[in-house]
């Protein structure tokens, strides 16, 4: 044992020296370490690679991990009145909520204790919960209901608008003297009010003190949880509060008392005039011998009285303390002025509080760089009686102004604001507030539904931005604070999110299935066997699930959108297509239901992108893309959106920037390689798109359509072998008819006609809508001299390829293909027509390209045939040289010509 | 039913020789206390502040200690069973979890392709240990100390009566083994 230990002592003080050294000069320090001993230094060894695999693996305890349980979620309906609207904190007890109270017709706030805590809130707590003062949370009642991880109580009080000090001092850092003694003289009146009832805090801290508006827009100081600190760990002698605040008379065993409430205070007043907590160390060592410094000596320019308030607190014997929290400020309020003067002070004030926006907390700073002001004004109907109606109109201020953004481009103006300012309309905000923008709202109660109408208006321009009328049911009628402030961070693209959106529970499962299908990340069911049919079938019912579990996330809703936006993309090339306009149709229904809970969520601008784009509005849809980019810049889908957008644009340059960014943000992301090597198909450039698809074949090894477009692309680079091997391997995965295709294709270029007739054929007993199959069916036909048949393939196809390009209007590569398909059938005029347009339209479209050299050539008109083949990539000149049809044009000299300058050019 | 006077020092010896019943029992009278310690780790402010709860576990378990009389002696084996406790409340609750509650879009990806989180590990280690166990009881307490309940190595070795180093020793091989079977496994 002790020959162990000597040797464990010997390794291991080593390997921390060994540790302390940078990576590269580890082994040869330990080496000197070692002194020759192999053995020694073999162990060292192992354990130092050990280490350096295993990183930090279990050095974190699993104790440290919070968020084991939330008793609640949002949307779910308490005790058959209290509607959770959404989780706004955690403390100490528990997890407090925004609710809905259905009976009093109220917003308040509900304070869940965790299970473990539970009869905590003892009769002499029920008896903490009657203190009323308007500087203590006022409690309404204790329930208790039964959830699936037991009984939970919890308690509801008055729901408080405000920012918590200790959120304000993390931001602010510290609070000037002035408004430092406007809370503190609130903070003591509810502190002595609460005493005077016998009651304790026994928690007090800035986390526990919020700073809201009054009614009439003055500072309002709430404190939290007055008596409510838990009886937590081991009964009442166990110390229930936060270890900087806690008395040290408590450390030594002694209970909670009024006085150790007044240390708490100390620290309180200390930590907002300082900035910092009296003391740093830890608290199990501190308090005892140090005296803090006075906070006059860390701040500049604060009254020097301030010293002789917050340091008595912090006395350590509870008897030097003072003995009443009204005592605490007296040295402050002690009148430094005549009588007269106060009467002057006084009026001054007046003066301030009549001015319209009485300078409100964001203060000057604010102000002044701001160039926006809306003002929320009041509902419209009835005026200053619908208290919850302004009350979720202050909400919505809130969650713009609380934002995490520095741009300081709005300054919004509640709707408490504007009636305090006696603004009710629109001119009134101009000239008053001197808003630029304000939003109002109606709300209008048809039996139990709410209709919400909202217009946001430009004052200076005197021209609507946006309007929306919404219509509420009673379980969705909670989610209109967040489609409004949504309505309006959209508008102005306000940086961060409002609010930051929650899934419920019982819908993430659904919605993360769903999702795995949208984002094709599961192949094997979304298959290439009959046709193009993408995985929006599998995924639909997860989001109708998912919507069913949630109803306030615009999530769902949202990806089921795109999900249709699939369905609708795969009715273009089916038979299907009298059911393409009501898909559409059920999209925008959706996408509006969506949009009524939050137009500014991710989700939701890119299901409008999506259904945009399918309706090609490219510039609205780039509009949304650009906002999801603000939003959240790393997100993959936007970024791929762009690219394609810019693609079909023809600003190639932005397209490539925004698949390499994608790549970049998701590099095992195999659907981005995909479309990025689709980029490079379609212009003619085959082996960056061989690059990209093998790139996805390797991200996604089980997926049948990487193979099948590396074969394709692989076909075009004239690796013919290697096509072939690519795929089989898409066919061993699945028998598909597009693989079969690029089979046959590869076949007819060795000259084989008859053998890929074979592969078409069985493409197309797969898939009868492929017209490609039934065009290379006829060309080979009628290479084999069997014309005839070739005639019938021809028609059969162009029926299916006008029928294509008469549902989809704009598409340049299928003119081209009905061209080819016209001249074929002897109408040379009409396809040399159909060429010609199609020319002029596409952009860079190798497809296009290819497609008129081969009518152009049928139809004699070799010098336009070379004009087409001159704007080409030397790739699809090599592709033309080779290809069965051309052997006349290859040897034309001027072709030749062409083909050697592009090659000395590539070189 | 309240622990007496001196039982769980009794309880506490008992087990120290093996006797599963004194674990049982000791699981009964010490749970319900544990299950607030956790609770009020987990409980702590919001996310920023890590690892305060260690130092607040060590508070709480030698209050606990001096309120149900166990002594001083016995502290070693208090904290071992209370990390055999902790551990199971803990796994308990880690499945009873469900795989994500909050969702921002750029944590979504992670979660769809599969990587795991700290629960989940949590969970799988749990299923080694018993394996583990049987190799070195020893590396199984460590890891239940270290790990379940976030000792620090000084108080972990004073808990198993071991060099500070051979406890280091051992935290190594017991990590090292659990990487190892994690890592092997598809």
Request: glycine share 6%.
């Amino acid at each position: 044992m002790n020959c162990d230990a000597d040797r464990d002592h010997r390794v291991m003080t080593i390997l921390a020296a060994v540790l302390e050294r940078p990576p590269a000069e580890r082994r040869i320090h330990l080496q000197l370490l070692c002194h020759g001993d192999q053995e020694l230094f073999r162990e060292v060894v192992a354990m130092l690679d050990g280490e350096e695999r295993m990183g930090n693996f279990l050095r974190q305890p699993l104790i440290a991990f919070r968020d084991f349980e939330r008793p609640f979620e949002p949307g779910e309906l308490i005790s058959e009145r209290f509607e959770i609207i959404r989780e706004i904190g955690e403390g100490g007890m528990g997890v407090v909520y925004e609710a809905f109270d259905r009976k009093r017709a109220q917003r308040i706030a509900i304070k869940t204790a965790k299970p473990g805590f539970r009869r905590l809130l003892s009769p002499e707590v029920t008896s903490a919960l009657k203190v009323r003062h308007q500087n203590i949370c006022l409690v309404n009642e204790i329930h208790t209901t039964s959830t699936a991880q037991g009984e939970v109580d919890f308690l509801t009080m008055e729901f408080l608008d405000g920012q918590t000090l200790s959120s304000r001092l993390k931001t602010d850092g510290k609070i000037d003297q002035q408004e430092a003694l406007e809370i503190a003289r609130q903070l003591c009146a509810g502190i002595a009010e609460a005493h005077r009832s016998g009651v304790i805090h026994k928690d007090l801290k800035s986390a526990n003190i919020l700073l809201c508006r009054s009614d009439e827009g003055s500072l309002r100081v709430v404190i939290t949880d007055f008596g409510l600190a838990a009886d937590t760990a081991l009964g009442s002698h166990d110390l229930g509060g936060t270890p900087k605040y806690i008395a040290p008379e408590l450390w030594q065993g002694d209970k909670p008392s009024k006085s150790s409430d007044i240390y708490s205070l100390g620290v309180v007043l200390y930590e907002m005039l300082a900035g910092r907590p009296p003391f740093e160390t830890a608290p199990f060592e501190t308090s005892f011998a140090s005296q803090p410094q006075p906070p006059s000596t860390l701040v500049k320019g604060l009254d020097p009285r301030w010293d002789r308030v917050v340091l008595p607190c912090l006395s350590p014997s509870p008897g030097k303390r003072p003995k009443d929290a009204t005592q605490v400020i007296a040295v402050l309020e002690k009148p430094r002025f005549p009588k007269m003067a106060v009467m002057l002070a006084l009026a001054a004030l007046l003066v301030v509080a009549a001015l319209p926006l009485a300078l409100r907390k964001p203060g000057l700073k604010h102000l002044q760089s701001v160039n926006l002001r809306l003002a929320i004004l009041p509902l419209e109907t009835p005026v200053d009686l619908d208290a919850i109606g302004n009350g979720v109109l202050n909400d919505v201020a809130d969650r713009l102004m609380s934002r995490q953004s520095n741009d300081p481009t709005l300054d919004v103006v509640s709707a408490a604001e504007s009636l305090n300012n006696n603004v009710r309309s629109a001119t009134q905000a101009k000239q008053t507030l001197d808003a630029t923008h304000v939003l109002q709202t109606r709300r209008i109660q048809e039996g139990t539904k709410v209709i919400v109408k909202a217009a946001l208006i430009d004052l200076r321009a005197n021209t609507s931005l946006d309007e929306i009328s919404l219509t509420y049911s009673p379980e969705t009628i909670s989610d209109w604070p967040t489609a409004l402030a949504g309505m309006i961070s959209r508008t102005f693209s306000l940086r961060g999110l409002v609010p930051t959106e929650q899934l419920s529970r019982s819908a993430i499962e659904p919605y993360l299935k769903g999702m795995s299908y949208l984002r094709r990340d599961q192949d094997r069911p979304c298959t290439l066997v009959a046709g193009p049919v993408p995985c929006f079938a599998f995924a639909i019912p997860f989001f109708q699930q998912a919507a069913k579990e949630d109803t306030h996330s615009p999530w769902p809703r949202a990806r089921l959108v795109e999900a249709l936006v699939q369905e609708y993309w795969g009715t273009r090339e089916s038979r299907q297509r009298e059911k393409a306009p009501p898909i559409r149709e059920e999209a925008a229904l959706i996408l509006e239901e969506a949009e009524i809970r939050n137009k500014d969520s991710v989700p939701v601008l890119l299901a409008k992108g999506n259904l945009e784009f399918s309706n090609n509005q490219f510039d609205a849809a780039l509009g949304e893309y650009k906002r999801v980019e603000q939003l959240e810049p790393r997100n993959v889908q936007a970024m791929l959106a762009l690219a394609v957008i810019y693609q079909r644009q023809g600003l190639e340059r932005e397209a490539t920037a925004y698949y390499r960014k994608a790549i970049e943000a998701e590099p095992g992301f195999y659907d981005t390689y995909i479309r990025f090597g689709d980029f490079f198909y379609l212009r003619g450039r085959y082996s960056q798109a061989v690059s990209q698809y093998s790139k996805a074949a390797k991200a996604n090894p089980n997926n049948s359509r990487s193979y099948w477009y590396l074969g394709s692309a692989l076909m075009e680079t004239a690796h013919d072998s290697e096509a072939m091997i690519a795929l089989s391997k898409s066919l061993k995965l699945e028998e598909n008819f597009a693989a079969l295709l690029t089979k046959g294709a590869i076949k007819a270029y060795q000259k084989s006609d008859a053998e890929a007739m074979d592969s078409y054929r069985r493409a197309l007993e797969l898939y009868d809508q492929c017209y490609i199959c039934l065009l290379n069916l006829a060309d080979s036909s009628r290479r084999l001299g069997r014309l005839r048949e070739a005639r019938k393939f021809y028609r059969q196809g162009l029926q299916i390829a006008v029928e294509n390009l008469n549902w989809q209007g704009d598409d340049d590569f299928m003119r081209a293909y009905v061209g080819y398909f016209k001249a074929r059938l002897g109408n040379h005029e009409e396809g040399q027509e159909y060429i010609r347009q199609a020319l002029s339209q596409a952009r860079n479209n190798a497809d296009v390209s290819r497609c008129a050299v081969l009518t152009y050539e049928l139809l004699g008109r070799r010098d336009e045939a070379l004009k087409v083949a001159a704007k080409t990539t030397p790739e699809l000149l090599n592709q033309l040289d080779r290809h069965p049809d051309l052997a006349d044009f290859r040897n034309d000299p001027r072709f030749r010509e062409l083909k050697s300058k592009a090659q000395k050019g590539e070189q | 039913m309240p622990a007496g006077p001196g039982e769980i020092t009794e309880l506490l010896q008992l087990w120290r020789t093996g006797n599963r019943d004194a674990e049982s029992r000791l699981f009964v009278l010490l749970l319900p206390d544990l299950k607030r310690i956790a609770g009020r780790c987990f409980a702590g402010e919001r996310p920023g502040h890590t690892l305060q709860p260690t130092a607040l576990v060590n508070e709480a378990f030698f209050r606990l200690a001096k309120a149900k009389n166990v002594a001083w002696r016995d502290r070693g084996h208090f904290f071992a069973i209370a990390a055999r406790i902790m551990r199971r409340y803990l796994i308990d609750h880690a499945r009873k979890r469900p795989i994500a509650q909050f969702l921002p879009m750029e944590g979504l990806q992670e979660r769809i392709l599969g990587k795991h989180d700290p629960l989940e590990l949590a969970i799988a280690i749990d299923k080694l240990l018993d394996e583990l166990a049987e190799k070195s009881p020893q590396q199984r307490s460590v890891v239940e100390l270290k790990f379940f309940l976030g000792l620090t190595d000084e108080e972990a070795a004073d808990a198993l009566n071991l060099t500070l180093h051979t406890l280091q020793r051992e935290w190594y091989r017991a990590r090292y083994w659990l990487f190892d079977r994690l890592d092997n496994k598809p």
